[in-house]
């Protein structure tokens, strides 16, 4: 399988996937500044950031795949 960029990259979609890497930066920045802090973090925070990663990397996939 080869993966081959057919698409441009336009402003909207790089701008989407900026977006979307500074909110799942952020998301699980939260996670470690909770577990850093005092050692007590929520789980479900984590699992929200790593969802939203794997949710990204697919929208980063689909849109530059070739068809």
Do not use: H, N, W
Not at 5 to 30: D, N
Request: with cysteine.
């Amino acid at each position: 399988m080869k993966f081959v960029s057919v698409k441009p990259i336009t402003l909207i979609r790089a701008t989407t996937i900026l977006f979307l890497g500074i909110v799942c930066g952020m998301q699980l920045g939260l996670y470690m500044c909770d577990y850093y802090d005092d050692g007590v973090a929520d789980i479900q925070s984590l699992i929200i950031g790593v969802i939203m990663v794997l949710c990204a990397l697919g929208f980063v996939i689909l849109q530059y795949r070739s068809e």
